[in-house]
C-alpha cells in the first residue's frame, strides 16, 4: 500500500525524548483510533480489521479497529494500514529525535477512496478538513503528559 496517493501530513514538536514519546505512541495511538467515537465509527463503515489482535504493545501484526500493524522501527516509525467501505488507507508515524532533548512526531496519510462513495466520503471527510482537525487534535494530546 506504499503507492497509495499522499492525503496530508501533520507534525508537533514534544517535549520527551525520542524514547519517551515512543512509550507513550503505542499505547495511545491504538487508544485514540479504536475506543469511543472511534470504535463506533469503525463499525459504522465496516472497518478490515475488525477487531483486536496480535501483541501489546503494538508490535508487527497486532490489530485493532480499523488498523493493523504494518512496519515498525523501535523509537522512529510506526506504520498502520486498514481499509473500509469507502477507502484503503495507510497512516504512518515518524519521530525524529531533536538536539536539545525533545522530538518531532509526523504524521502522514495516504489513501485511495474508489468509485462514486470513495469521492463523496473523500469530500465529506478529507475535503471538508475533518481528517486534518482530528490528526491535529491527536498529534496535539502528545504535548500533555
Given at each position: 500500500m506504499s503507492d497509495l496517493p499522499f492525503v496530508d501530513e501533520h507534525c508537533v514538536v514534544v517535549d520527551?525524548?525520542?524514547?519517551?514519546?515512543?512509550?507513550r505512541l503505542l499505547p495511545r495511538v491504538e487508544r485514540s483510533l479504536s475506543r469511543?467515537?472511534?470504535?463506533r465509527y469503525a463499525r459504522v463503515v465496516r472497518t478490515v480489521?475488525?477487531?483486536?489482535g496480535g501483541a501489546r504493545p503494538l508490535a508487527l501484526g497486532s490489530?485493532?479497529?480499523g488498523f493493523r500493524v504494518v512496519g515498525v522501527l523501535p523509537g522512529r516509525e510506526l506504520a498502520l494500514e486498514g481499509r473500509h467501505l469507502f477507502s484503503t488507507y495507510r497512516l504512518v508515524f515518524r519521530i525524529?529525535?531533536?538536539t536539545d532533548g525533545r522530538s518531532r512526531l509526523r504524521a502522514e496519510t495516504?489513501?485511495?477512496f474508489p468509485g462514486a462513495a470513495?469521492?463523496?466520503y473523500r469530500l465529506l471527510v478529507i475535503r471538508s478538513g475533518g481528517h486534518a482537525l482530528a490528526m491535529r487534535r491527536m498529534?496535539?494530546?502528545y504535548r500533555r503528559p
Open positions: 520527551l525524548a525520542a524514547t519517551e514519546l515512543w512509550a469511543g467515537g472511534g470504535a480489521p475488525r477487531g483486536f490489530d485493532f479497529p525524529q529525535e531533536l495516504r489513501a485511495s470513495g469521492w463523496v498529534l496535539d494530546a
